[in-house]
């Protein structure tokens, strides 16, 4: 066993004394010490008004340089689209409330410019706090193949919830550029950050949300306009391979007549997917039987559903 005494008198002979004690160096007062050591790490010295790097205004910088560019929508981006590094984000408040996502309505805009942009920031919940459950047969052969992610999906830590929420914010945002580029009326996917995903506003004449389809009692007129709409974009989605996968009249909006269709993280790959074909159908009779109540000839629905078949090449 070591005697650790032997040991002291050795050390504090060996140490020499330091200039300070030796009285070669003016004593520093905690000031002075205090002022370098602000200037060298950016502190904010006593008396002086803190510096932050908080934006002028607003809640956030702009979140644009934290996407890559594969986490940017499809060039060319809209010249709506801020991409200025000094921009400001500002959440205006909650668009609604659903069963997986909150959708928030976003201001982007640039101090002392003129500029400003509305998107609409769909925020995915983790599982835990969801209503429903999209995830099981949807996520199968999407997963992630980063182990570590797989185990703590399967585990369901937080970790692993926050991860699956990234999973279905990132499946809408590739489905958005997807469809966009396919020439369907969607929203256009600004970028992804995490679980947030930023896409173009579909607004109405008084500023607020334009209306789900679900809301609208059109006319004749109106009805048959709105289907050719529909049967437009569904036959896009068909030829580029898609059915929606959770169509509704409340997954449609009508922007001043213009109808876009969104909700899209589930998107069905009918080609591969063994059962692509009942999935268009289920597409065209949900949607259908919303017209068909509204006046719409039964026929249409059926040739409709034919036609997509056709599009994708099933039949
Ligand atoms: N780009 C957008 N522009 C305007 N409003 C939007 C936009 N995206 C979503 N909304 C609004 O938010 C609602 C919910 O969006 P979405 O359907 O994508 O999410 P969800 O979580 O599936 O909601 P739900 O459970 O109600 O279907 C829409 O019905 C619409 O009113
Ligand atoms: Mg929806």
Redesign the pocket.
């Known amino acids: 066993m070591p005697n650790h005494d032997e040991f002291r008198p050795m050390r504090s002979r060996g140490r020499a004394r330091t200039r300070e004690d030796r009285g070669e160096v003016a004593h520093r007062s905690l000031d002075t010490t205090f002022a370098e050591y602000a200037a060298k790490y950016g502190l904010t010295p006593p008396g002086e008004e803190a510096v932050t790097d908080d934006p002028p205004y607003g809640d956030r910088w702009t979140t644009w340089p934290d996407s890559t560019p594969t986490q940017r929508g499809p060039r060319p981006h809209p010249d709506w689209v801020i991409t200025e590094l000094g921009a400001v984000d500002t959440e205006l408040g909650i668009?609604?409330t659903?069963?997986?996502?909150d959708?928030f309505l976003v201001e982007r805009s640039v101090p002392e410019a003129t500029r400003r942009t509305l998107m609409?920031a769909?925020r995915y919940r983790d599982p835990k706090h969801r209503m429903f459950h999209r995830d099981v047969g949807y996520r199968e052969g999407r997963r992630d193949r980063e182990s570590r992610v797989n185990r703590a999906m399967a585990k369901g830590s937080a970790f692993g919830r926050e991860a699956v929420a990234g999973q279905w914010a990132h499946a809408e945002f590739a489905a958005l550029s997807t469809l966009h580029s396919a020439g369907v009326a969607v929203?256009y996917p600004v970028q992804i950050v995490g679980t947030e995903l930023l896409?173009?506003?579909?607004?109405d004449d008084g500023g607020g949300?334009?209306p789900?389809l679900a809301q609208l009692r059109p006319d004749t007129a109106e009805l048959h306009d709105l289907w050719e709409q529909l049967a437009h974009n569904l036959s896009l989605l068909a030829l580029a391979g898609y059915a929606h996968g959770d169509l509704s009249a409340?997954?449609l909006?009508v922007q001043h007549g213009r109808l876009v269709v969104?909700?899209v993280p589930q998107i069905v790959d009918v080609v591969g997917n063994p059962h692509g074909r009942e999935f268009l159908d289920r597409d065209v009779r949900n949607v259908g039987g919303w017209f068909v109540a509204r006046g719409l000839d039964p026929a249409r629905v059926d040739r409709l559903g034919s036609d997509l078949a056709a599009d994708a090449r099933l039949d």
């Open positions: 668009l609604k659903g069963k997986e996502a959708v609409a769909k929203p896409m173009e506003f579909i607004d949300a334009a789900r409340y997954n909006l969104i909700d």
